[in-house]
């Protein structure tokens, strides 16, 4: 049975050209193809994928590995609430999987993994957390552009979605707010 929910309400129609899976309320679910699905309810390639992703990520396997985790559920669990972490804006698969870098999920502060698979609940991506340190090793927009190699115009949208992401106004409160997470 899948359930729709006002889950995806606030996420722009575009997410729905990859798969964002998440955690929401102690749950894995799965976005893909405009459907909103818990995750042991999602079509088995969709599953098959995000097992794969899994399985394939050595480093925070090892990690959990490390910490005491050992029961498969468990570390599966583990892993999708801090490594693919919250429903945000970019989907986590497309080709392959895209994690959150700060995990919008993370809220528990006694966590002995917070800060090394997850983050400190911004829900930035790989591609934005590169974007403000090109934008602060630059002398302008430009110049970030160009260390990073993209248009212009890709910088200026990344830095608006940050905006709303951070919950600032500018790009001086955004490079606050991102030194204070430790980007």
Not at 19 to 33: G, L, N, P, R
């Amino acid at each position: 049975m899948t359930v729709k929910r006002n889950l995806t309400q606030n996420v722009p129609a575009g997410i729905f050209s990859g798969i964002e899976a998440f955690w929401y309320q102690e749950e894995k679910w799965v976005i893909a193809h405009g459907t909103t699905y818990r995750f042991h309810e999602a079509p088995s390639t969709i599953q098959q994928q995000i097992w794969k992703a899994f399985y394939n990520d050595k480093q925070s396997l090892a990690y959990l590995a490390k910490i005491g985790l050992s029961k498969h559920s468990e570390v599966f669990d583990r892993w999708y609430q801090c490594v693919v972490g919250g429903l945000d804006h970019i989907p986590d698969f497309g080709q392959k999987l895209i994690p959150d870098a700060y995990n919008n999920m993370c809220d528990d502060m006694q966590c002995p993994h917070r800060g090394r698979l997850c983050g400190c609940a911004s829900g930035l991506k790989n591609i934005e957390v590169e974007t403000i340190a090109a934008l602060k090793s630059a002398k302008n927009m430009e110049q970030a552009a160009e260390a990073i190699h993209v248009s212009l115009p890709a910088i200026k949208s990344r830095v608006a979605i940050m905006h709303e992401k951070l919950h600032v106004s500018n790009s001086v409160a955004m490079m606050a707010r991102a030194s204070e997470l430790g980007v």
